[in-house]
C-alpha cells in the first residue's frame, strides 16, 4: 500500500533513519516501453543485463551526460541499487519504509523483483511499508522505472508524437506549452526509515491567536491499538516547555507566544516551537515519537487585504524554479541555502513555488526564515478540462496539503499557473477544484496565477485572491516602457473591480542577456530590465495608494533552463540573477525597492 508520504521522516528515539543518495546504476529503456519489463529488468542487477551509466540520485538525469539522447530521452529510464536493512530494526519488530520525496513523472519501484508501488504526478512524495519486502542477512535490490511521459490527462499536461528519423526509425518526441524544462529523474533524497508497528500516522495543527495567546489546534493520528494513549508536548526555542496535553486531538494555549512573522515584520521574524507527540501503550511505555517545528500565526484575508497576526502584509518577492546547471531539479542544500541569502540580501519576504511543489527541505527553510510561500501544484498552462484531468489535478492538490498544511511559510495556495481559463468548461472545472482544497484546508486563500483577460478569465469568481501575470513591454509593446505602469495600475483595478478581491502581480519581467549593455534601453540588455522594473514600480506603489493591491512577484529569481525554441537563448534569463546566481544590474535596483519596503514593514 502506498500513502502520501504525509510525515517528513526524521529520526527520533523510536524511528531510526538513512539516506540511500549516492550513484544508483542506471539504463535508458529502448524505445518499446515493454523492452524493459519483457526482459525483468526488475528483477536482476542492471549492471548484469547491460551496460549502464552511473547515475546521481538526487538530480535529473538530463544533463549528466554527453549526449543529447539521454537528455531528451521521452519513456522509461530504469535506476537500480543494493541496499541493506539494519539487522536490529528486524530484531526491535520494526517496520521499513521506502520514501520517495520525488519522482518525476510516474515510478513504478521493486524490491528484490516484486513490485511495490506505482506513483505518478511528479515533485510529492510517497512512500511504502516494504517489511514484507526485504532480507536482513542479504543486500536487497531496489528498482525504480522512472517515465516522463506527459499526456493529456497528466499534471502538467503535454503531447506525444513520433518524429522520423531516418529510413524506417522513428523517435518519440515530448512537447509542452509551459515554459521550462521537463528535467526527470529520482529529484529528491530516497529515505530508509524504520517505524515501530503502532506508528504516528499524521500530525495537523491549525494555529490561531487572540491577544498575547496563542492556540494550537491539533490532531495526532496513528496506526496501532485503538486503546494507545497520546502525550503531545510544545518547546520553545530553548527547549522549556510551554504546553503539553494527554489527548490525541485537543487544544493547546501558549500564553505571551511567540508569532511567527514574515521577514521583516518583526525584529524576530520565523519563531517556531517544536511540537512533539508521544504514543503510549497500556503499560506506560513509550511506543512511537514524532518532533516537528510549527509556528503560531494566523491568515486571514477580506476583499482588500490579506493578514498575517491580523497585520496588513504586503509580499515582495519572486517566481521561482527548483533549477540549476547539471542538476536541473536535483534537490541540492547548496543551491538552496544560497536562494534563501540571496532572497534575504534583496529583502524579499515571499516566493512562489511557481510551477510545482518544491522540495520540502526549502518550506522547512522558508518557516525559519519567515518567508511566506504561495505553494503551487504541478497544474501548469491547464487546458482540455476533462473529467481524468479533474481527477488528477484534484490527487496532487490532495497530496500537496497533505503534505505542506503544517508550514506556517504556506500562506496561500495556487491551485494553477496560466489555465486557458477563457474556456467555458474552466469555471465548472475550477468550481470543482476550489471546492476540493477547502474541504481540506479552510485556513489559507486560494488563488490562481491568471494570464487570460479578466473580462474572459472564468476561474476569478471561485478564488479568495486574483494573482494576475503579465509581461508588458516585453510580450506585449515590445521594447516600449511608456505604457508600462498605466497598463499594469488599469489591469489590477479591472481585476479587483470585477471580482472584488485582493490583487497581487505574481508575473512581470524581461529577458536580459547579463553582461549585454546598451543604452537608451534595448530589449534583452541589463539597462532595459531596469527600466521595465522600474515602471513596474510606479505602478505597484499607485496601486498600494488605491488599498487592495497586496504582493509583487518579479519573472523570474533566476535565469533558467526550459525546452529548445528560437525564443529562449540557452533558457528563459528574465532572472535577476544568473544561473549561476550572481545578479544582474536589476538585482540591484529590486534589492534597493524590497529592503526599502522592508524596512517600513
Ligand atoms: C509566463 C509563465 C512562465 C514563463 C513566463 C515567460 O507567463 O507563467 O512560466 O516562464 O511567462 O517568461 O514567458
Partial sequence: ESTGGTLYPRATETRDLRTLDGIWNFRMSPLNPEYGYRNGWYEQDLEKMGPIIPMPVPASYNDIGEDATLRDHVGLVWYDRRFHVPPWWGSANQRVWLRFSSVHYAAEVWINGKSVTYHEIGHLPFEVDITEYVSYNTSNLLTVAVDNTLLGDTVPQGTIRDIAIGYNKVRLEQSYTFDFFNYAGIHRTVFLYSTPQTYIDDVIVNTDIQGLTGFVVYNVTFKGPADTLCLVQMFDKSDAQVAASSDCAGLLEVGNANFWWPYLMHPNPGYLYTFK?????????????????????TVTWTNTSVYINEKPMYMRGFGMHEDSDLRGKGWDPVLWVKNINL???????????????????????????GIMIIDECPSVDT???????LAKHKQSLTEL????????SVVMWSISNEPRSANKLADAYFGEVVRH?????????????????????????????????????????????????????????????KHNKPVIMTEYGADTVSGLHLYPEYVWSEEYQVALLSEHFKAFDRL????????????????????????????????VFTRARQPKTAAHHLRARYSALAAAD
Fill in 401 to 408: 496539503i497533505r503534505r505542506d498544511k503544517n508550514h506556517p
Fill in 437 to 497: 482544497v477547502k474541504s481540506m484546508d479552510l485556513s489559507r486563500p486560494v488563488t490562481i496565477a491568471i494570464s487570460q483577460h479578466y473580462n474572459t478569465d472564468r476561474s476569478g469568481q471561485h478564488l479568495d485572491v486574483i494573482c494576475f501575470n503579465r509581461y508588458n513591454g516585453w510580450y506585449h509593446n515590445t521594447g516600449n516602457l511608456l505604457n508600462i505602469a498605466n497598463n499594469v495600475v488599469e489591469e489590477a483595478t479591472a481585476f479587483h473591480r
Fill in 277 to 297: 507527540a508521544t504514543l503510549i501503550g497500556s503499560l506506560g511505555e513509550i511506543i512511537d515519537t514524532y518532533s516537528q517545528k510549527i509556528g503560531i500565526r
Fill in 343 to 369: 532572497l534575504k540580501w534583496t529583502g524579499a519576504n515571499a516566493f512562489r513555488t511557481s510551477h510545482y511543489p518544491y522540495a520540502e527541505e526549502i518550506y522547512q527553510l522558508a518557516d525559519e526564515h
Fill in 383 to 389: 487546458d482540455i478540462f476533462s473529467a481524468a484531468l
Fill in 544 to 575: 498600494r495608494q488605491a488599498g487592495f493591491f497586496v504582493g509583487e512577484f518579479i519573472w523570474n529569481f533566476a535565469d533558467f533552463k526550459t525546452a529548445q525554441t528560437i525564443t529562449r537563448v540557452g533558457g528563459n534569463k528574465k532572472g
